[in-house]
C-alpha cells in the first residue's frame, strides 16, 4: 500500500510542489516530514487506499466535541449546511459551530470526512486511521467509498514555512477495538490526567440562564437527600451579567456573591463547580463595549461565533491584555471565590483560524495549554473545543451535543447544524466516541433525565439516555430538582449510579445492543431502531 502525498507552496519566486510515496501498512507509524522552501504553505494533500469491505461502517471523527459523528455506511453522505439558504445561515451563525467555515463540504454519497481518526470496521475488526501530533495543523481524513481513495489532508495552509517541516504523522492499525485503540493512544503517549469518576447535579437544563441564588439554593437543599458526599454541584450559565463579564455575578440574581455560594455548597458537603466560556463575549457584554480592541477581528470585524445570547464573538488571546483579564478571572474564581471545579465552554472560539506563524491546531493548542496553566491543579470539564485539542489536558470532557428537553427537535431543527441541541445524537456520539473514555480523559456524555416536568422524552428515552450514559461516561450529572422526585425516581437514580459498577461494558453496533455484566449477571439491552433513523 502506498501513501502518495504532496506540498505545494508559494514561494518568491512562484509555486513549488513537492511529491512523495511512502509505502504503508497496518500495523505502525508513518512520518512524513519535508525539507520546504522559503514562503507560505499553500496545501499538504496525500492519498492512500482505504476499503470499506461489503457490510462495512465508516467513522469519521466529528470536528469538535458537539459534532454528530455516528459510523456511516458506503452511501451516506454528510450535507453540512446545503438545505438552508445562505440568508439564514448568515443570521443565525450555524456555519461558525463546526468546521463549515473552511471545508468544503462534497455532500455526495459515498463521501465523508473528519478530522484526527477514522475507522472502517466488519464486525469486530477495525482498520484505524489516526494523527499522532496535530499541533502542526488538524489531520482531516475524506474517504470515498465508492473508490477506496482515502484523501489526508494537513491544514496547514496560510503557514510560513522554510525547513523541515512535519507534513504528516499518521498511525495505521488492524485489530479489535481495544487493540487498536489502545495502541494509538500509546504510540502518541497520551494518558487522561489523574481524575475521579464523578457525579452529581448542574443547573443548566431544567432553568437554564434563569437560575438565581434562590433557585440554586432549593436545587441544593433538594440535592442533599440524595446525592452522596463529595459528588459535584455545578453552577451553569446565569449567574454572570453577560457572557466575558466574569470578575463580579449578576448581583440583582446573586445579591451574596459567588463565595458565599460555594461555601454553602461546600457546607452540603459537595464540591463546587462553576461554568464559564473563557474565550467569548456577547456582543452586547460591558467587555466589549469597553475592550473592543479585545475581539479577534478577520477582514476588520469581530468574528461572530453564532446566534448564542444573542450574538457572541471570539476574543483573540494574542491580545495580552485579554490573558491578563483571564487571569484575574481564573485566580478569583479559584482562589477568592472557592470553586472546586470548571466547566469551560465554547472553547472552539480561541482558535477559528491560523495565522503565519502557527496553525489553527496550534492556536487551539496554545489555548488550551493557557488554561491548564491558570486553572493548576483545579479540574476541568472541557466542552465545545475540537476533540483532539483536549486529549490529556482536561480532566474532563464533553464527546457530543447538548441534550434537548425532546428527543430530536423539531424537523425543521434538523437541517441546522451538526454542533445541533439533540438527545439523539447526544447518544449516538456518546456511543461511537466511546473509545476516548478513560484513554484521553473522562467523558462527559451531558446530562440525563428522570423527571416528568418540563420536557417531552418519553420514559423509555429518559431510560436510554441514563443508561448510556452510566455506561460509557466518567462524568454522570442531572439537572433535575432532587426534592421533586418521587419514591419511584429516587429507586430509579440508584439504579443508574449502581450501573457505573458495570464491567465488560460493550456496545454491539451490528446488533445494536448494549452488553454487560453486573454483579455477576450478563445484560443484553437492545437499542431502539428510532435511535438509528
Not at 447526544?426 to 446530562?447: E, F, H, K
Request: aromatic share 12%; net charge negative.
Amino acid at each position: 500500500m502506498l501513501f502518495t502525498w504532496s506540498a505545494v507552496i508559494d514561494t518568491p519566486q512562484g509555486p513549488a510542489e513537492l511529491r512523495g510515496r511512502e509505502p504503508v501498512s497496518w500495523g505502525g507509524r508513518l512520518r512524513v516530514r519535508a525539507d520546504l522552501p522559503r514562503g507560505v504553505i499553500r496545501s499538504v494533500t496525500a492519498r492512500t487506499v482505504l476499503a470499506v469491505p461489503e457490510g462495512g461502517r465508516i467513522f469519521m471523527n466529528g470536528y469538535q466535541t458537539w459534532t454528530v459523528c455516528p459510523e456511516y455506511d458506503s452511501d451516506s453522505k454528510i450535507p453540512g449546511l446545503s438545505a438552508l439558504p445562505r440568508s439564514v445561515i448568515d443570521k443565525y451563525g450555524f456555519d461558525r459551530y463546526g468546521d463549515y467555515h473552511f471545508v468544503r463540504y462534497p455532500n455526495t454519497r459515498g463521501v465523508t470526512h473528519g478530522f484526527t481518526w477514522c475507522y472502517v470496521r466488519r464486525g469486530g475488526e477495525y482498520k484505524l486511521v489516526a494523527s499522532l501530533d496535530e499541533k502542526p495543523g488538524y489531520t482531516m481524513f475524506m474517504l470515498d467509498a465508492k473508490t477506496a481513495c482515502l484523501t489526508v489532508t494537513r491544514d496547514c495552509g496560510g503557514l510560513a514555512c522554510g525547513g523541515e517541516y512535519p507534513l504528516f504523522d499518521l498511525y495505521f492499525a488492524r485489530g479489535g477495538e481495544d487493540q487498536v485503540f489502545d495502541g494509538w493512544f500509546a504510540a502518541m503517549d497520551v494518558t487522561p490526567l489523574p481524575a475521579p469518576r464523578i457525579k452529581g447535579y448542574t443547573s443548566w437544563y431544567n432553568r437554564y440562564t434563569g437560575i438565581t441564588e434562590d433557585t440554586i439554593r432549593s436545587d441544593l437543599r433538594g440535592c442533599e437527600g440524595l446525592l452522596d458526599p463529595g459528588d459535584l454541584f455545578q453552577v451553569d450559565d446565569g449567574w454572570e451579567p453577560a457572557v466575558g463579564d466574569w470578575l463580579e455575578p449578576d448581583s440583582g440574581k446573586f445579591p451574596s456573591g459567588m463565595r458565599a455560594l460555594a461555601d454553602e455548597i461546600h457546607a452540603a458537603g459537595f464540591k463546587a463547580g462553576l461554568w464559564l466560556a473563557p474565550f467569548v463575549a456577547l456582543d452586547d457584554s460591558e467587555l466589549a463595549r469597553q475592550h473592543p480592541d479585545w475581539l479577534l477581528k478577520v477582514n476588520g470585524r469581530p468574528w461572530s461565533l453564532g446566534s448564542n445570547w444573542g450574538g457572541f464573538s471570539s476574543l483573540d488571546i494574542d491580545v495580552p491584555e485579554v490573558t491578563d483579564y483571564l487571569r484575574r478571572v481564573f485566580d478569583r474564581v479559584i482562589n477568592e471565590w472557592g470553586f472546586d471545579l470548571l466547566k469551560l465552554d465554547f472553547l472552539y472560539g480561541a482558535a477559528p483560524f491560523g495565522n503565519e506563524r502557527e496553525t489553527r491546531a496550534g492556536r487551539m493548542a496554545r489555548a488550551v495549554d493557557f488554561l491548564r496553566e491558570v486553572c493548576g491543579g483545579t479540574p476541568i470539564l472541557g466542552c465545545g473545543v475540537p476533540v483532539a485539542s483536549a486529549f490529556g489536558k482536561v480532566e474532563y470532557c464533553r464527546i457530543g451535543p447538548d441534550v434537548s428537553l425532546s428527543w430530536d427537535e423539531e424537523p425543521y431543527m434538523r437541517l441546522c447544524h451538526r454542533e445541533r441541541v439533540s438527545t439523539r445524537q447526544a447518544i449516538l456520539n456518546t456511543l461511537y466516541r466511546r473509545q476516548l473514555n478513560g484513554r484521553a480523559y473522562l467523558s462527559d456524555p451531558d446530562v440525563f433525565f428522570l423527571r416528568e416536568e418540563n420536557l417531552t422524552l418519553r420514559d423509555d428515552q429518559k431510560l436510554l439516555l441514563s443508561r448510556v450514559n452510566a455506561l460509557f461516561g466518567g462524568v454522570l450529572l442531572t439537572s433535575d430538582d432532587p426534592s421533586a422526585y418521587s419514591e419511584a425516581q429516587r429507586a430509579l437514580y440508584r439504579e443508574t449510579v449502581r450501573l457505573r459498577d458495570a464491567r465488560n461494558v460493550r456496545f454491539d453496533a451490528d446488533n445494536r445492543r448494549l452488553e454487560f455484566q453486573l454483579q455477576g449477571e450478563d445484560y443484553i439491552l437492545p437499542l431502539p431502531p428510532e435511535l438509528f433513523e
